[in-house]
């Protein structure tokens, strides 16, 4: 079981080898799991877990490896928390029904719990025996029974460590979930670029090194210009329409990169579908701005970002500037796209949409853009892509 639970571990990717099977060998040996399977999972994760979005990939893994519960299981499970996230007003007990629960103990709810999970397909609120809201079950959410199991929310007491892998209260640290403000943050970092200018008033410490021992010891100090950001970043972002649902992440990556203090300039638009040769400074599309202005004032060096699910009627990217109020080219936004593209050296497309729904026209999008999930892994590879460059399509 040690052995399949660090295979189980490499299957989900977590970075385990032959070092950290090692490691805990040797913590076991040593007693710091105090025997106990919740001490076990302590040391288990301290020792295995190198990154916090591994965190809930771990939890799946020891769930999976010391209690059988499979990816689908847990998959059901977050459906029911749904549903019970939802509550439903809860109506008065008769006395019988209250009379049933008090005679119920802990073993005896937990067997019929089993049972209703084995048997309910869908969501059920008010009644007294599937799990639900509001209802006389000794088992859900918002009901008014004095004794009974509540599932999902509220305070939680102690748990065993098979509880708390189920639990997965690591799971909003995934890479493959939407960002918070402080991964994004995180994951910006990497996007910075330094350069020394201005007047030389920093003491260069390796060049006096160099200098006085040329000097045959004698002292000789040099000076060098302050390193300062020289990074530049212009975001495009979509908003609007589809991109309603993302407002949220989209709003947590503007106010990351508008923290970031690793930029020399920064410069946030806004689109709707597509470009149509002008660009937003108001997300309620209004000041706007030529493209063509723009690409003047923005020299290829800047890093662009664009975030938009690039979903849209296929004749929307075929349409012309004008009849969108646009510039009057008469050029269509795929062009317009295609332009922003081969501008500037370095870009990148976020698409907060799963890569499986990447069809259509954010396939054709795909094809002039690298495009990237908008998640911690897809933020991270877009960041390494924009720093390093690559050819033009």
Not at 266 to 277: A, E, K, M, Q, S
Request: net charge neutral; glycine share 10%.
């Amino acid at each position: 079981m040690f052995i399949d639970f660090l295979y189980d571990l490499r299957e989900r990717g977590l970075r385990v080898g032959s070092h950290e099977a090692l490691q805990l060998a040797r913590a076991v040996a040593l007693g710091l799991h105090d025997s106990r399977l919740d001490g076990f999972y302590e040391v288990a994760r301290a020792l295995c877990v190198h990154r916090e979005q591994d965190l809930d990939a771990f939890d799946r893994a020891f769930a999976h490896t010391f209690r059988g519960v499979t990816d689908d299981a847990l998959s059901l499970t977050e459906e029911m928390l749904r549903w019970l996230d939802d509550e439903k007003p809860g109506r008065d007990l008769t006395e019988e029904e209250k009379e049933v629960l008090r005679s119920l103990d802990l073993d005896e709810v937990r067997k019929l719990l089993r049972e209703r999970l084995a048997e309910q397909r869908e969501r059920h609120d008010g009644g007294s025996k599937w799990v639900g809201t509001g209802g006389a079950s000794p088992f859900g959410r918002g009901g008014k029974g004095e004794r009974g199991l509540r599932i999902g929310g509220g305070p939680r007491g102690g748990r065993g460590a098979l509880a708390m892998a189920e639990e997965r209260r690591f799971r909003a640290l995934r890479s493959d979930v939407t960002l918070d403000t402080r991964q994004i943050s995180t994951a910006l970092r990497a996007l910075r670029a330094f350069a020394r200018t201005g007047a030389e008033e920093e003491l260069d410490i390796n060049g006096t090194i160099d200098a006085t021992a040329k000097n045959a010891g004698e002292l000789e100090i040099r000076l060098r210009a302050p390193r300062k950001p020289d990074l530049r970043v212009l975001l495009l972002l979509d908003v609007g329409g589809s991109m309603d649902p993302y407002a949220d992440a989209c709003e947590r990556l503007f106010s990351a990169a508008k923290r970031a203090t690793h930029f020399k300039e920064l410069r946030t638009l806004y689109f709707h579908n597509c470009v149509y040769g002008r660009l937003y400074e108001s997300h309620h599309l209004s000041r706007s701005e030529l493209v063509t202005d723009l690409l003047q004032k923005c020299d290829p060096t800047w890093r662009l970002i664009v975030v938009g699910d690039a979903l849209m009627s296929p004749w929307e990217l075929q349409a012309s500037g004008s009849r969108w109020g646009g510039d009057e080219s008469g050029s269509s936004g795929l062009a317009w796209l295609v332009a922003l593209r081969e501008h500037f050296v370095h870009s990148a497309w976020l698409n907060p949409e799963p890569e499986v729904a990447w069809q259509g026209t954010a396939a054709v999008i795909r094809r002039a853009f690298p495009m990237y999930r908008l998640s911690l892994d897809g933020l991270t590879a877009a960041v390494a892509d924009l720093m390093k460059g690559g050819a033009r399509r």
